[in-house]
């Protein structure tokens, strides 16, 4: 079948401009990725025509995802044009037999090439394919403004920024009981920020860039745009707050995180 004709396909388009509608995207901001299932593989394998082999990025090796297909986002590409011309805002790439190369399969229209931040992509896949058996396929990396206002105000910390997020709605401490990494500011794209983020997502299934957005894994897209929004949310009402006053009047105590640490056995240990 057409690339575009694959379910895989479809819901990352849908994903990319969720995600676009929601704010979280502009110009050429955010990425996404995708690794693709052995069948999934197979139900477009028509449509591929590999390319030449180039460099994933200077010192970048990724041996946990070699021989992987993924689809991913093109470098500077909108996301707002996602759903138009996705055969331009996307492309598929196969990664070598050392992790160190790719080659662009199908897509990339008009000259593209994948993301500026495919070292990160590939190096964070590596990290949660590891850690989760496998069942990890799905990387993205958007700018949600309020998460992106907290970097200024909250310790740069992954327990005290976790810490203030469950702080704000319940669901927090559901959704991401592992909580948040949490990166200083590093150049974009480059191959040290892959790295920092593939040694913090291993334990956590977010990593907070500061000054620049957020980078988080899932199962599925579901899973992965699901986290990105409840992070957001919690960010959103704690600018809201602190907006009306400097302290809270009253909070999600540590007692009521061990309370639905217990009854859902989410495992938090505060
Ligand atoms: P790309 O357009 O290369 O994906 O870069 C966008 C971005 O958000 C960089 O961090
Ligand atoms: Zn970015």
Redesign the pocket.
Known sequence: MEVMEAPFAQEFVRMAYEGWKQGWHEC????LSYRLRSEEIAQVAECLTPGEWREVGEGAKAPGVAGELFMV?????FFSNMERVPERCAGIIEVDASGTRFRQCWGFAEGGRP???LPSHLLNHESKKAATDGSSRVVY?A?PANLIALTFVLPLEGKAFTRELWKAISECALVFPQGVGVLEWMN??SVELGRASAELIREHDAVVWAH??LICSGDTFDAAFGLLHTIEKASEVLVKVRSMQPTMESFITDDNIRTMSEAYGLGIKL
């Open positions: 050429n901001g955010g990425n986002t093109a470098a500077g590409s993301t500026s931040e990396h700018h974009p794209g620049h957005g």
